[in-house]
Nanobody
Framework: QVQLVESGGGLVQAGGSLRLSCAAS????????MGWFRQATGKEREFVTS???????????YYADSVEGRFTISRDNTKNTVYLQKKSRMTEETTVYYC?????????????????WGQGTQVTVSS
């Protein structure tokens, strides 16, 4: 069983930045596609960004249009960890961010493409 553990959530000032981490264990991390999703209270979970592979096996980054340039995904294969750098908006709902993992190449913007999920980490924006 693959284990994914998110961390880095908490309280952030409006307009401020934070970095979320997702540590993976149980399989070789470098061969996996990794994604981030978010879910605000009372809303459906939605895709934020993913990092997978080009056919050449170089990194392929994909972002949802809705994130409006406020997120950056990266990963450190030596640590089996993927990161999400986030800049909050001036007003933003409390949101839980989920890390997910799956194999393959491409955009990986669908829940069905991921096989494993973390428990989530909550981000609350103060104003």
């Amino acid at each position: 069983q693959v284990q994914l553990v998110e961390s880095g959530g908490g309280l952030v000032q409006a307009g401020g930045s934070l970095r979320l981490s997702c540590a993976a264990s149980g399989r070789t991390f470098s061969s996996s596609a990794m994604g981030w999703f978010r879910q605000a209270t009372g809303k459906e979970r939605e895709f934020v960004t993913s990092i997978s592979w080009n056919p050449s096996r170089t990194d392929y980054l994909y972002y949802a249009d809705s994130v409006e340039g406020r997120f950056t995904i990266s990963r450190d294969n030596t640590k089996n960890t993927v990161y999400l750098q986030k800049k909050s908006r001036m007003t933003e709902e409390t949101t839980v961010y989920y890390c997910a993992a799956g194999p393959g190449i491409g955009d990986y913007n669908s829940d069905a493409q991921y096989e494993h999920w973390g428990q989530g980490t909550q981000v609350t924006v103060s104003s």
